[in-house]
């Protein structure tokens, strides 16, 4: 494995280290704050708003990532997920009065509870079985949140107040940008944290051969509850970012459709990997809002299939897209990425 020059590892934490020398750690804290300051300064109102939709996107993936990139199981409620984190944040916003920075987690726990419960069948069951499983959690949960009467708020949804810490109104799109990527910077760095860690070792024995991983005395049932409570943290801190972002929760915004694109493009992104949900989000909502741009356009070509194309085009686009990648890379845009550096860091000697 590369290292840089004069850099020689002497213990396994200096191994599994992210950044080896303090020219990475520098030029890092620089690109974090190039990203979190020139948007604001410099980006239009709708080209920051699509950032925080993509930043709201990556962090279920990321959720996704740890339960079926990290520990190998299925999971298509990702969405219904994010809905429970909505709620529950506009339930502790509005109904308990709780400060922002207590209600945000609080919605992470309380959707990390409800996804552990219906993580219990990937203890007897798994594959196909296991997805039917997690698919029924989405209608379950929609369903419930549709007739939960006036604690729901039935099919009219629920308002919430905006976000605010210490008296500051996340009232604008690029205060609220800021927040939403110190909250990204936040849930990746915990990510890489358990991908590096003994809990991700053991995620990863569990993916790669759950009886082997059981004969080492890894207890896969634990782990692979654990793993469905993580990644149902992850989509209850972006249900509730994005309650909080648009100021009212509807069970419309929480679709079957978006849990199996979010699986879709994980896989374009890189499964099992921490840049995977990054790429996956940032291509599928950059993907839906060119769609967007230019579906009127073709519509206007050809008006005789006009209604046709608004309805299917971005489907198909989407479709084709994961059809591409799991043939011509199966492993997504982070090992393309990877290549790049390893013929990078060889230059000129790599083949």
């Known amino acids: 494995m590369w290292r840089p020059c004069g850099v020689i590892d002497i213990n396994y934490s200096q191994d599994i280290t992210i950044f080896r020398t303090g020219l990475q750690k520098v030029s890092f804290l620089l690109f974090i704050l190039i990203v979190c300051i020139y948007p604001v300064l410099f980006f239009p109102e709708n080209l920051l708003a699509?950032?925080?939709?993509?930043?709201?996107t990556i962090i279920p993936m990321q959720g996704l990532n740890i339960i079926t990139g990290f520990c190998g199981q299925i999971a298509l409620g990702q969405s219904a997920f994010m809905a429970v984190g909505g709620y529950a944040a506009a339930k502790l916003a509005v109904g308990l009065n709780l400060p922002f920075v207590f209600?945000?987690?609080?919605?992470?726990?309380i959707a990390a509870v409800i996804g552990m419960m219906f993580g219990l069948p990937s203890l007897r069951v798994r594959g196909f079985y296991l997805a039917l499983a997690t698919i029924a959690a989405q209608f379950i949960i929609?369903?419930?949140?549709?007739?939960g009467g006036k604690f729901t708020g039935n099919i009219y949804g629920l308002q919430l107040p905006e976000a605010s810490i210490l008296g500051f109104v996340f009232d604008s799109d690029e205060r609220f940008y800021v927040l939403s990527f110190s909250v990204l910077l936040i849930m990746s760095f915990l990510a890489k944290s358990i991908e590096r860690s003994k809990?991700?070792?053991?995620?990863?024995?569990?993916r790669d051969n759950d009886l082997a991983a059981e004969v080492m005395g890894i207890n896969i049932y634990q782990y692979k509850l654990l793993a469905f409570l993580m990644g149902s943290f992850y989509a209850g801190i972006a249900g509730a970012l994005w309650a909080h972002y648009v100021t009212i929760v509807h069970p419309e915004q929480f679709s079957l459709m978006d849990s199996i694109w979010y699986l879709g493009?994980?896989?374009?992104?890189?499964?099992?990997?921490?840049?995977g949900p990054i790429a996956g989000g940032v291509i599928f909502v950059g993907l839906k809002e060119v769609l967007s741009?230019?579906?009127?356009?073709?519509?206007?070509?050809?008006?005789?299939?006009?209604?046709?194309?608004?309805?299917?085009l971005a489907l198909m686009?989407?479709?084709?897209?994961?059809?591409?990648?799991?043939?011509?890379e199966p492993r997504g845009v982070d090992h393309r990425i990877q290549l790049l550096k390893t013929y990078y860091r060889r230059w000129p000697f790599a083949k």
């Open 265 to 275: 493009f994980l896989v374009v992104g890189g499964l099992g990997s921490a840049l």
């Open 293 to 312: 741009t230019i579906t009127p356009i073709i519509g206007s070509m050809i008006p005789s299939l006009s209604e046709t194309i608004s309805a299917s």
């Open 103 to 109: 209600a945000l987690p609080a919605s992470g726990l």
């Open 50 to 56: 699509m950032l925080i939709l993509m930043i709201i």
């Open 199 to 206: 809990l991700g070792r053991a995620f990863i024995a569990v």
């Open 317 to 328: 686009v989407f479709a084709l897209v994961i059809i591409v990648f799991l043939i011509f």
């Open 142 to 147: 929609i369903w419930g949140i549709l007739h």
